[in-house]
């Protein structure tokens, strides 16, 4: 689980994120909504530590004050971390395979042979075969996007962070990566954080959903109470689109219905 | 905690417009200079990984810049001959004399400064741009979230393996240049190679070889830092990244003449 409590973070004048509190619970896909700008990957990037906060509390595992620990804690807590970026974040000198076995090498004393098992369980979990030898570069987008969830949960993390991956993706590759994060999720019982603005991977996926607005926490919830919100912020940004917005009026047409009758 | 405030501090790309602020840029670019050389000495998480790193780079750094290093000094030794010769026309003087100041240009100036700075620009631009575009592509955000330190995994090797081969290819350098000299003599007609020879080891003093070496390992440690430096705090985009490798290149050259004339007024 993790916990921010009063996060700011201001750069120069402009403050990007206002207070924001949230819980993120295990064993859950917890998603960060909201437009470009309104600072979900600034938030993302404070919960892991690449970007220091003015002010607040990341708190792991209810003890452990991401904001106030030493250099050793930090780097002990991030072993405990994966992370997956908008552009997979792979390395291009390196094929698929030892992209994997990467954090294997730097932190582990398994052999050659239980690495090698490990890292083909991981591909294997992602549904990639026969591309331990393809360096990044000849991978399709969706294809990278794998290869970077399986380097990311190769040392069996408890936090997976996901910034917008289903970005430059086609809505077919978009809903296999939203099912593989969920069913990573169910299946290791690890606290996930999914940024994105895809309204399926919300609707798919969105166990918590935490919606930002211009820096602020505008609405917190469920997905399936996302239909009925009143937030206007919030429903600006989910019915934008003209398939959503008729499925909200037919919702809101049904349960006037159901209250009349 | 301090790798964390390096990893977060301003970057380099940061503009200063007034002139007044020069000189508190210079101080912010030094400082974070310092701060990333500081941040290089920690605890190797595995210490068989980074050998093998510093072993890629010293086959990139040196072996890689082996074929730059032939031509340039090929031709280096056979125009500091020529040009020698055409200036000391008058018989009164020992055509060996050519092979004396043609060797003793090389080794002195030749081989650690200007091949150097050639390599400045092949191993700098490639350093800054490497890390920068590691940096915009988050790749060193994934190792800093894999709990790797990452300045000292990417930029450590790099120092050592810089700092390790490029007295190697000075020295490579110097002897190629010497006897690409020598030969062009000899085809020339301008000095015979038994004059030349008998000049260069006439005029010979040990100490010219260790103010080479002292030379191209301070060199060696300015092209790999200061390109790591900048590549390290590239901020933006394909374009910052340019930018980055250009200012890399532009600052390993004006620091190595630098140096090359504080060392020359030091040491000689």
């Known amino acids: 689980m993790i916990e921010v409590k009063d996060l700011n973070k201001s750069f120069g004048a402009k403050q990007i994120l206002k207070g924001i509190s949230a819980t993120f619970e295990a064993g859950k896909c917890n998603l960060i909504i909201g437009a470009s700008g309104s600072g979900k990957t600034v938030l993302m990037k404070s919960i892991v530590g690449l970007i220091p906060v003015n002010s607040g509390h990341i708190i792991y595992n209810h003890d452990t004050d991401f904001i106030n620990i030493d250099d050793a804690g930090r780097k002990e807590l991030r072993k405990q971390i994966g992370m997956l970026f908008q552009g997979s974040a792979l390395f291009d000198s390196m094929s698929v395979e030892k992209n994997v076995i990467f954090p294997l090498n730097m932190f582990t004393n398994m052999t050659y042979k239980e690495k090698m098992h490990r890292v083909n369980e991981c591909l294997e979990r992602v549904n990639l075969k026969d591309v331990n030898k393809l360096l990044p570069n000849e991978l399709s987008g969706g294809m990278k996007k794998r290869v970077g969830i399986a380097r990311a949960i190769v040392m069996n993390p408890k936090y997976l962070f996901c910034d917008e991956p289903n970005s430059g993706l086609d809505p077919q590759t978009s809903i296999v990566i939203d099912k593989l994060i969920k069913d990573i999720t169910d299946d290791y019982k690890i606290t996930t954080i999914v940024n994105t603005h895809d309204m399926n991977s919300v609707m798919e996926i969105g166990d918590y959903v935490l919606f930002l607005y211009k820096g602020e926490k505008y609405w917190e919830g469920h997905r399936d109470d996302i239909m009925n919100a009143t937030n206007q912020q919030l429903n600006d940004f989910i019915f934008a689109g003209k398939f959503f917005r008729e499925i909200k009026e037919q919702n809101t047409k049904r349960l006037s219905d159901e209250k009349n009758k | ?268």
């Open chain 2, 1 to 268: 905690m301090s790798q964390y405030i390096n990893t977060c501090i301003l970057l380099p790309n940061h503009h200063f417009t007034t002139s007044s602020n020069h000189s508190v840029a210079f101080f912010n670019h030094f400082g974070r200079y310092v701060l990333l050389l500081r941040s290089l000495f920690v605890r190797p998480e595995k210490t068989s990984i980074y050998w093998k790193e510093i072993a890629r780079q010293m086959v990139e750094i040196g072996v890689g810049s082996v074929g730059i290093v032939v031509i340039v000094s090929c031709f280096l030794g056979a125009v500091v001959t020529v040009q020698t010769a055409y200036q000391l026309t008058t018989p009164l003087i020992s055509k060996s004399i050519i092979g004396s100041i043609a060797a003793n240009s090389i080794i002195l100036e030749l081989a650690p400064t200007v091949t150097v700075l050639i390599l400045a620009g092949k191993i700098g631009s490639k350093i800054a741009s490497e890390l920068g575009t590691m940096r915009i592509s988050e790749q060193i955000d994934a190792l800093e979230i894999m709990g790797v330190h990452s300045s000292a995994y990417l930029v450590l090797p790099k120092i050592l393996a810089s700092t390790l081969m490029i007295p190697l290819l000075v020295i490579i350098s110097a002897f190629l240049s010497i006897y690409a000299g020598m030969w062009v003599g000899e085809f020339t007609g301008v000095v015979s190679k038994e004059d030349f020879m008998t000049g260069a080891i006439q005029y010979w003093i040990p100490f010219m070889a260790s103010f080479a070496l002292i030379k191209a390992t301070t060199f060696g440690f300015i092209i790999s830092s200061v390109s790591s430096y900048f590549g390290y705090y590239t901020e933006g985009g394909a374009l910052e990244v340019g930018k980055s490798a250009t200012r890399a290149v532009v600052v390993c050259c004006v620091l190595i003449l630098l140096f090359d004339y504080i060392l020359a007024q030091l040491l000689l």
